[in-house]
């Protein structure tokens, strides 16, 4: 599967984003997904996932705020990112596996999020 991540900006704190990730092939439902972050000299770390039946993942970090969803006749997953923080600014990626432990397995090419204070 390929992947395809849109909709990063520049917003100011307390703002809201929405992040797209599209994907290619009829197979797309059958995928678990997810969205990771990276901030410049940390390590990249999962922020969201949801799995093939839509059960929903997120750290204490972004509980509340973000939301993830799939919209599988789309072949699409969003991350709606609400409350943002200059903390939230990184890079974001969806990514894919065949189960939420291999959710790394494809990945798209990153969208970068700057939140301004």
């Known amino acids: 599967v390929q992947l395809q991540a849109s909709g990063g900006g520049l917003v100011q704190a307390g703002g809201s984003l929405r992040l797209s990730c599209a994907a290619s092939g009829r197979t797309f439902a059958s995928y678990n997904m997810g969205w990771f972050r990276q901030a410049p000299g940390k390590e990249r770390e999962l922020v969201a996932s949801i799995g093939r039946s839509s059960s929903t993942y997120y750290p204490d970090a972004v509980k509340g705020r973000f939301t993830i969803s799939r919209d599988n006749a789309k072949n699409t997953m969003y991350l709606q990112m609400t409350n943002l923080r200059p903390d939230d600014t990184a890079i974001y990626y969806c990514?894919?596996?065949?189960?939420?432990?291999?959710?790394?397995?494809?990945w798209g090419q990153g969208t970068q999020v700057t939140v301004s204070s």
């Open positions: 990514a894919a596996g065949p189960t939420i432990g291999s959710i790394g397995r494809y």
